[in-house]
């Protein structure tokens, strides 16, 4: 879940832009708060609006994750509890205690990348697909983010769709096996917040 520190000798924190820093560092608050005091369910903070660089909406609302840069170790482990039991509430309990305990506390473990579940005839999926861009708009808690993210599939195997998949499945054992996964990357250089970092 955490990173080892002696596996980079860089500083994560030198390379980014101050509003990713403090984007990602209230995801991980909204996150963490929705996993500790919300059953888990997405909060508004989790769920932004998606545009096209137009303007139109192509959605009011999409429940999106946030990824960390190295997944492999929390796939591991959604997998494990995704088959250790067909107990769907005891699944869903077992998501809850990994991710409210030290999951989001770890900032500089994510860059700002998101991912979300869509059916495989989603028409979202259809135009973000053609567009391969969209703008996501955030507003939670007296504080909104307007971000510009590229779109892409992920394909099966990949980190980001096990990633996904695995986490969903914990939370919705009615999940079907063939899903849409999408995968958000920022723009820092195109995003503003309001209020903005100080």
Known sequence: MESDPSESNSDPEIDRLPIQNYFIGWQCRVR?????????????GMR???????????????TLLLIPDQPQQSIKQFHYMALK?????????????????????NVEGFSG?????????SEVVEILEQHRGCVLEFNFQQQSFKIPFSVSASQKKEPVYEFTYWHNFLFNPHLPPEVKVLQFE?????????????
């Open 32 to 44: 963490e708060k929705a996993m500790r005091s919300d059953e888990g369910r997405p909060n508004a």
């Open 85 to 105: 039991t067909q107990d769907p509430k005891e699944r869903y309990t077992k998501a809850l205690q990994l991710l409210s305990a030290k999951f989001f506390q």
């Open 48 to 62: 932004p609006r998606i545009l096209l660089e137009n303007g139109t909406e192509v959605s009011s609302a999409a």
């Open 113 to 121: 990348v998101m991912s979300g579940v869509f059916s495989q005839s």
């Open 186 to 198: 920022p723009d820092w250089s195109g995003a503003s917040a309001d209020p903005a970092p100080i």
